[in-house]
């Protein structure tokens, strides 16, 4: 499976902004979508938002118009901008790869970065 690693986040006052990224190995050539999912304690994970490889980009409706997803080929990266941060954003942050274009979290598939925890906090 293609590896992952994620780096970016931290402990902000709610309202200040963090910029996650995760990068590829190099076989990512079997990857058509790259997102991010979440999972705070004892929840369900939730999917934040996704990436095809041909742009196409779906955001959950909590964080539509505060988040924005990127990609950048050459560097086998994608990014989540996160503004307007919220207590209620803070969880687990998990980078996914996978072959597949969800509109929603159904279940472990893919590839999985390690995780960066997200708090927004005052």
């Known amino acids: 499976q293609v590896q992952l690693v994620e780096s970016g986040g931290g402990l902000v006052q709610p309202g200040v902004s963090l910029r996650l990224s995760c990068t590829a190995s190099r076989n990512s050539f079997e990857i058509y979508a790259m997102g991010w999912v979440l999972q705070a304690p004892g929840k369900q994970r939730e999917l934040v938002a996704v990436i095809s490889s041909n742009d196409r980009i779906h955001y959950a409706d909590s964080v539509q118009g505060r988040f924005v997803i990127s990609r950048d080929n050459a560097k086998n990266t994608i990014y989540l901008q996160m503004d307007s941060l919220r207590p209620e954003d803070t969880a687990v942050y998990y980078c996914?790869?996978?072959?597949?274009?969800?509109?929603?979290?159904?279940?472990?598939?893919?590839?999985w970065g390690q995780g960066t925890q997200v708090t927004g906090s005052s």
């Open positions: 996914n790869a996978d072959q597949v274009f969800r509109l929603s979290y159904v279940g472990d598939s893919g590839s």
